[in-house]
């Protein structure tokens, strides 16, 4: 049998809410045990006493000291590891604006390859091309030509 969904919201009642409180402790504190127990890793909780000003701690003061101060040194260490929302944007943004100076490269090469096509069809070139687009033009026959010397040395071996 299925429990029914738990309505999330402050409770009233004083004597019901710290039965509630004196559970969920108890849950929580289970579920740490269970977790370092299973998956053989350090865990602590500690817990604020809204009923009183002592809080709890799980396992013993030392050994939740012990594993903070673990934690405390390896984030100094692997602060590489552990990220941040601001250096995620910062990365993503990174690679978004490599991604369009390559995307740019991509449609300007084809752009001169169909203008090239164009222009051999007309069997001669126009005289309006600046100097950056013949060179363009160079670098695109050029690379076309180490194509085509690839398949040849490549159709000769088979």
């Known amino acids: 049998m299925t429990r029914k969904k738990v309505k999330l919201a402050f409770i009233a009642d004083d004597s019901a809410r710290k039965a509630t409180y004196k559970k969920r402790k108890k849950g929580i504190i289970k579920k740490v045990s269970e977790l370092t ?3 053989g890793i350090p865990a602590c909780a500690i817990i604020s006493n809204p009923f009183d000003s002592k809080t709890e701690v799980w396992p013993d003061l030392a050994g939740a000291k012990q594993i903070i101060e673990r934690y405390q040194n390896s984030s100094v260490i692997d602060g590489a590891k552990n990220v941040n929302q601001e ?5 993503r943004i990174t690679k978004a604006r490599e991604h369009l100076k390559k995307q ?3 449609n300007r090469e084809k752009e001169m390859t169909i203008r090239m096509i164009e222009y051999m069809k007309n069997k001669q070139l126009p005289d309006d091309l600046s100097v950056p687009d013949l060179k363009e033009f160079d670098k695109l026959i050029e690379k076309n030509l180490k194509e085509i010397e690839n398949k040849i040395v490549e159709a000769k071996l088979i």
């Open 37 to 39: 127990i299973l998956c």
């Open 104 to 106: 740019k490269q991509d």
């Open 87 to 91: 250096s995620f944007l910062l990365q």
